[in-house]
C-alpha cells in the first residue's frame, strides 16, 4: 500500500511540473528542513492534526528529493531498517544510544541483557525473544556515553 502510495506521490509531483532533479536539490532540501520545522512546531503545540499534516508534508518531500537522485524511500527505508534492526543498545528517557557509543559500563549491562557480547549486533534468531526490557536501563541514572 505504501509502495502505491509513494508512485502517486511521484506521479503527483511529475503533474504539477515538480520533476526533482539534481539541479534544484538545494531548494528540495529546504522544503524538507521547513517541513521538519513544521513537525517540530506541532509536537510543541501538542496539535495532532498539525502534526499528522507536517509528518505526510515531510515524507512528500523526501519522496520527491529521493527520486532527483533516482532513489527509492521504499528501498531506503528497506535498507536503513535492515541495518537497525539487529542493532544492539540501550534506551534512556526515550532515547536510544547505540552500542557503539556506549560506556564500558553500559556495554557491559547491554550484552547482559541482549547477548552477543562484544558486538554491536544481537543474533537473528535472538530478535523473536527480544522485548522492550531488553533495551531499558533499569536505573534513573542516565547513560554516559562513550567520547
Known amino acids: 500500500m505504501f509502495n502505491e502510495t509513494v508512485k502517486n506521490i511521484e506521479n503527483w509531483g511529475e503533474l504539477r511540473g515538480l520533476e526533482s532533479t539534481k539541479d534544484d536539490v538545494q531548494m528540495k532540501t529546504q522544503r524538507f528542513l521547513q517541513e521538519a520545522i513544521e513537525v517540530h512546531e506541532a509536537v510543541t503545540l501538542d ?80 530478535l523473536s525473544v527480544m522485548n522492550s526490557s531488553n533495551f531499558n536501563r533499569e536505573t534513573i541514572k542516565p547513560l554516559r556515553v562513550a567520547e
Open 47 to 126: 496539535d495532532i492534526d498539525k502534526l499528522k499534516d507536517a509528518i505526510g508534508d515531510t515524507i512528500v518531500t523526501l519522496i520527491m528529493l529521493g527520486k532527483a537522485y533516482g532513489v527509492n524511500i521504499m528501498e531506503c527505508t528497506d535498507e536503513v531498517f535492515n541495518v537497525i534492526k539487529l542493532r544492539k543498545g540501550l534506551t534512556s528517557n526515550g532515547q536510544f544510544i547505540r552500542y557503539g557509543k556506549l560506556s564500558n559500563e553500559d556495554k557491559v549491562l547491554c550484552d547482559s541483557k541482549q547477548g552477543n557480547v562484544g558486538s554491536e549486533y544481537f543474533k537473528e534468531c535472538d
